[in-house]
């Protein structure tokens, strides 16, 4: 196809296409005289990827090291994932201990790789509790794990293995896009539960 | 207690303090002299939870929406808590019908309340989650809702209930503060799964 169907079909303006192979994000097209090229399906499927990364508030590089790691898998499958994830915000401070993080994996009997910035990011998350006087009980913490523990199973249940491409573009877009999902219906289930709990309720 | 052991104790700098005061955020002390006042526990209290609104990045008319909930309570518990919970971003555009939302809820049998910013917040979720060509399917629904309603339910069970002010703190600080740990907590659950799934996974 042109470059003007693939701006068609990707939604992406032409100016942005072209931003894009300039930077090497998107492949060169096949060319097929001095001023045109073709493009393939796997130009669109790189744009629509771009576009999606983009859409999640990644900066370019990190869109870059996500590509990169499409194009060439760093060793096992859960390494390329590894590494792909990383490229997601936050990107909390490497470095430090992680005590919080690690009392509670351990805990859970999870697996911790502290390079994972996960690792960080569960431990800013567990200090902001402690700081405001709300440190995670240790009961909850047993709710907050089995439930999530499904929610992750289900989850990497539907991934596609067809290839590390199909695997990666659905653990970075899945894990990115339905964390605002889970947020919304877990504000949603409070208010619903509430509502239940508490049909005539008038405060003291 | 004086000004100077109220900033002692809630490690909040006394410009913000009095900025606070000057704000009518924290309410003033008893004068004791022309210059000097005398804070109590509730003063303590109520600049240890400004802090912390302050500190998970709500903009101060927000703050003050909170606070003003907490000594003027709106009718019924349930009312209270969701004008308070409003106040915490995400702040979604307002309008529009929210057909992704109402279906969704509809699925799981939850009560629907429009005015309420986390239905805009979930149909913004899912219409980026179908923008990405990955749109929630029911079955994937129904585990996301039953999950995420236990780990509610466990939630809504601490949640205390001697007080409006008491119960206004631990929901708005609770939504806030356990979100970023559940994010972690799913994030880090993917990678200990994947590590079990494909010990030796090789990319194909």
Same mark, same amino acid.
């Given at each position: 196809?042109?470059v003007?169907? =693939? ?12 931003y894009y =192979? ?10 097929t ?5 073709e ?7 790189r ?10 508030g990644l ?15 760093r ?7 590894g ?17 919080r +993080?690690?009392?509670?994996?351990e ?21 902001? +509790?402690?700081?405001?006087g ?8 047993q ?5 999530? +523990? ?5 989850e ?15 653990a970075? =877009? ?21 509502t ?9």
């Open positions: 196809m042109r003007s169907q =693939l701006v068609e079909q990707s939604g992406v303006p032409l100016a942005t296409v072209k =192979l300039r930077e090497g994000l998107l492949m060169q097209g096949e060319a005289s001095a001023t045109r090229a493009y393939g399906p796997q130009h669109l499927r744009l629509v990827l771009i576009k999606a990364l983009s859409g999640l900066p370019i590089p990190r869109v870059r090291e996500i590509l990169s790691l499409i194009d060439e898998p060793g096992p499958l859960v390494e390329t994932l590494a792909a994830l990383s490229a997601l915000p936050p990107y909390p401070e490497a470095g430090g201990d992680h005590p +993080a690690r009392a509670v994996l805990k859970l009997g999870q697996s911790v790789d502290p390079d994972y910035p996960a690792v960080a990011q569960l431990e800013h998350a567990l200090a902001a +509790a402690e700081a405001v709300m440190p995670l009980t240790d009961d909850r913490l709710v907050y794990g089995e439930h999530i +523990a499904a929610v992750a199973r289900a990497l249940a539907d991934m596609p293995q067809g290839s590390v491409e199909d695997a990666i573009e659905y970075v =877009l899945g894990t990115a896009i339905y964390e605002p999902v889970l947020a919304a219906m877990r504000r949603l289930a409070h208010q619903d539960l509430a239940k709990m508490f049909p005539e309720g008038e405060p003291e």
